[in-house]
Every structure is written in C-alpha cells, then in structure tokens.
C-alpha cells in the first residue's frame, strides 16, 4: 500500500445508466412490484396466523419464507427506489457493509427454508402415517432456527473477510445495491480468498440443497404416482408444484448469477439477475402459492367471509 491512497469511507451506486424519465417510469413500477410483494407475503403470513386449518408445518415454514422475503426485498429494494430519483447515489461505508450482511444473510436462509420444505412434503406424500411423529413442533422450531443460524452465520463470514480488505478507491459500485462481487470489484487488493469462499459457499448453500431438493420430489413424484385417489393425486401436486416453482426461480437466477462464468454475463445482465431475485421473487411467491394452494385459497376465502358477517 502507498502512502498517497485514499481510503473510501462511502460508496456511489451507479444503479441504471438510463435517461430521468425511464428512471421515474422504473420508480412507479418498482414501487408498486414493491408494493405487491409486501401486500402478498403479509396476507399470506395473516392467513396462516388467524387459520387454525393453516397450523401445519408446511405453513410454518411457508411463513418463515414470507418473513425472508419481505426482510430480502426492503433490504435492496427502498435504496434503489431512493437513488432511482435522487442525483446523489451515495451510501456509507458501514451500511453498505451491513446491506450486503443482510441479503447475504436472507438469501442464504431463504434456501435453507426451501429445503426444509422439501424435506415436510417428502415426509407428507412418502410416509404420510409417521408424519405427525417426524414433524413434530420441536423438529419445525429446531429446523427454523438452524435455516436462520447457518444463513446469518454465513453471511457472517463473508462480511468479516470483506473488511480485511483494503478500499482505496475507486468508489463507484456499478450496482444497485451493495451486492458482494460488486463491492470486491473496488477493493485495491488481491480477493482470490473471497471468491475461494463465495464459490464453496455457493456449493454449499445451493447445489447441496438443490440436490436436497431433487432427490426429494424425484421420491415424491414416484408416490404421488401411486396414490390410488384422484383427488389425492391432484392435491399432492398442485402442492408440490407450486414448491417446485419457487425453487426453480429463486435457485436458478442464484446459480447463474454465482456459479455462471462470469465473461458470459455482462455487469448489467447481473444488476438484472439480482433484480429478479431480489425483487421479483419476494413477489412471485406468494402468488404462486395462493394460486395454486387450495388451502391458502379457502383460507382467504374463510376470512373474507368473516368479515363479511360481522
């Protein structure tokens, strides 16, 4: 290190480069996606507390994920919707660090609460008669907190080998956000270390429960085959599915953004990525499973009801 760097005590985010009424335009936009997602992920999180039909551990776990979600997108989301009309795009150095904590933290806990989610159909559709045994309360709560433990703890350990680096400039992240690979792009020294652990922590914490979960609804598809009711039949996969499609968007747009080489992605291609799962899938998922979830859909319908007659 020379004696005549500067070190960054607050970062710029360049976010688009696009013309000011295109980022007005993205502003009305963003906020209302904005909007959705947190109207979608609080109703389903009120239906599951006001239903005693929803007291299950599917819908546990399914709450847990509205909390991960609506945590994930006011983490990036108000930020960019803020320099999407300021001029000044500036963030400090201590909230930066701590935005990059945070959705490192609730990304990583949102694929872990996928898993176990996986791991509750499986027990439901392949061992239906052990089900309340296996899944038990005390198996839901210790399986919630070691999701939200090993993704904090993570996230952690990625933030701690960040600020043993050096930013001397320059201090300009071509980002919406303070998202990792972005933020080690300034810093003005060798990060081999850092992209040694956010690859193992990739394999980690996406291929490994990705495989988790393949496995699982591979075992689920065979027994829902060989359920004898139609019903049941129907029942079982609307269910599945509806899980199968958050997986997919939410572990495929992480892959490519992590693991995809990244000469083939350009920087605004992944500004687009992380948008998609920063944004868009906190809003998706609730539509997917109030769509496709009968339960969740009766549930509605029972509470609007109610209101209705009182």
């Not at 710029?12 to 009424?21: A, C, E, M, N």
């Not at 959705?103 to 052990?130: K, N």
């Amino acid at each position: 290190m020379t004696e005549n760097q500067t070190w960054v005590t607050e970062f710029i985010l360049l976010g688009f480069p696009l013309s000011p009424l295109t980022q007005v335009f993205l502003f009305g936009l963003f906020s209302l996606f904005y909007a959705f997602t947190l109207l979608g992920n609080s109703t389903i999180l009120g239906l599951i507390w006001l239903d005693s039909r929803l007291h299950t551990p599917m819908y546990f776990f399914l709450s847990h994920l509205a909390v991960v979600d609506i945590a994930y997108a006011s983490n990036n989301v108000p930020k960019m919707l803020a320099n999407l009309l300021n001029k000044e795009k500036t963030i400090s150095f201590v909230p930066c660090i701590m935005q990059t904590f945070l959705y490192m933290a609730f990304a990583h806990t949102e694929c872990l609460i996928l898993v176990m989610m996986s791991y509750d159909r499986y027990v439901a559709i392949c061992h239906p008669l052990r089900y309340t045994v296996i899944m038990n309360w005390r198996v839901c709560t210790v399986q919630a907190i070691i999701s939200w433990a090993c993704g904090s703890l993570l996230a952690l350990v990625h933030v701690v080998l960040i600020l043993r680096l050096p930013f001397c400039g320059p201090h300009e992240i071509n980002h919406f956000f303070c998202e990792i690979l972005s933020v080690l792009k300034l810093a003005c020294t060798d990060t081999w270390l850092n992209q040694v652990v956010i690859f193992a922590a990739s394999v980690f914490i996406l291929v490994g429960p990705l495989c988790l979960v393949l496995v699982s609804y591979t075992r689920i598809l065979f027994a829902i085959l060989r359920i004898q009711s139609g019903e049941g039949r129907r029942k079982a996969f609307s269910t599945c599915s509806s899980h199968l499609c958050v997986v997919g968007l939410f572990f495929g747009s992480a892959i490519v953004m992590y693991m995809a080489p990244k000469s083939r992605h350009p920087e605004e291609q992944q500004k687009i990525l992380s948008l998609f799962y920063s944004l868009f899938n906190p809003m998706l998922n609730p539509l997917i499973y109030s769509l496709r979830n009968t339960d969740v859909k009766g549930a509605l319908r029972r509470v609007l009801w109610l209101e209705r007659s009182m």
